[in-house]
């Protein structure tokens, strides 16, 4: 299998202000080094902490409940609201969750607020 130099990247892991830097090359090629990484849709940092990837997650999950509230209002039954939720606001809230699992008790918070609002509308 051969790889694709373009599209390989380099992301150091470490808790260290000042980590070992390595030259990695591929064919000749140097790899770039970068700071954050997404792979499979989970955005990953060189501290190995998902803030930003759950602070995406949220935005997004926001969002679609704001359209929820916006196109449907509060005259639809309890069930269908919930069916909406279900369906459309957890699976981003869930997306990868055994990945990024959240450590950090703001992170929890953040999420948390999200359920929060649409149990409130439900």
């Known amino acids: ?58 935005l997004k999950a926001n969002r679609v409940s704001g359209i929820i509230k916006r196109t449907f209002g509060y005259s639809v039954p309890q069930y269908v609201k919930l069916k909406l939720f279900t369906t459309l606001v957890r699976p981003i809230l869930e997306n990868c969750s055994q990945v990024w699992s959240p450590s950090f008790k703001k992170d929890i918070y953040f999420i948390e607020s999200t359920q929060r609002s649409m149990t409130k509308y439900v």
Not at 22 to 44: A, M, Q, T
């Open 1 to 58: 299998m051969a790889f694709n130099p373009s599209k390989c990247k380099v992301l150091t892991i470490t808790k260290s202000h000042f980590p070992v830097s390595f030259i990695y090359d591929l064919d000749g090629n140097v790899l770039e080094r970068v700071c954050e990484f997404r792979d499979l849709g989970v955005v990953v940092n060189k501290n190995l902490s998902f803030t930003l990837y759950i602070e995406c997650i949220v």
